[in-house]
């Protein structure tokens, strides 16, 4: 993995380890596994965010639920077919772990940086409130031809600005990843509660 990849798709997120491991793939005998963090807000929310980790860095045999962590690594997106469908799945990949004894500085807990380039027109809207909002897909280089798909999420003056970015323009991003319940109504007298994870963008910058 060369060092300018990693450079454009920086993430770190502090918090308390609130699963067990599920398995979710392997790639040339390495196991990967899924496990959720639970990362405070300064309100007195909480996002839970799923950290994707090689069996290899942690031993997931153990049990860590309650342990405090820091967790360094990318966000990262992969479609998985539902059916007919592709769904978009994101998580933070993992590329090192650290245990915390005791941890307050909660303006820390959740950063993320990202370098890559508008793949969708920006949607902006505004609530019935009129707090301006705008979504921004991004797709960020991986090596190999690959990319990661990242919706963002940017409001007020970030949401006004973000609006007249067009497809193809390099942007970067600063913020933070979040997690969002939402229902989706699956049929006529059916829904489903799930998950959407975002970037909650406090910057961002188009690079002319």
């Not at 997690?179 to 002319?208: F, N």
């Amino acid at each position: 993995m060369s060092e300018k990849a990693i450079e454009n798709n920086k993430v770190t997120v502090i918090g308390t380890v609130v699963s067990g491991f599920t398995f979710s793939h392997e790639v040339f005998g390495e196991g990967f596994y899924l496990v959720d963090l639970k990362v405070n807000r300064l309100s007195d929310q909480a996002d839970i965010i799923p950290l994707m980790i090689s069996e290899r860095l942690l031993n997931i045999s153990e049990d860590y639920i309650g342990n405090t962590v820091e967790a360094i690594g990318q966000f990262r997106s992969y479609n998985r077919h539902e059916g007919a469908k592709n769904r978009l799945v994101l998580s933070v990949f993992v590329r090192e772990i650290h245990f915390m004894e005791e941890f307050t500085d909660y303006t820390k807990t959740n950063q993320i940086f990202l370098d890559g380039y508008i793949c969708k027109t920006p949607v902006y809207r505004t609530t019935p409130l009129g707090r301006e909002i705008a979504d921004v897909l991004l797709a960020v280089n991986r090596p190999y031809g690959k990319s990661d798909y990242i919706p963002c999420i940017a409001w007020g003056r970030n949401a006004r600005y973000a609006a007249g970015f067009e497809v193809g323009a390099r942007v970067l991003i600063w913020g933070r990843v979040q997690s969002r319940e939402y229902t989706k109504k699956l049929s006529d007298s059916q829904c489903e509660k799930r998950v959407a994870y975002e970037v909650s963008v406090s910057k961002l910058e188009l690079v002319e």
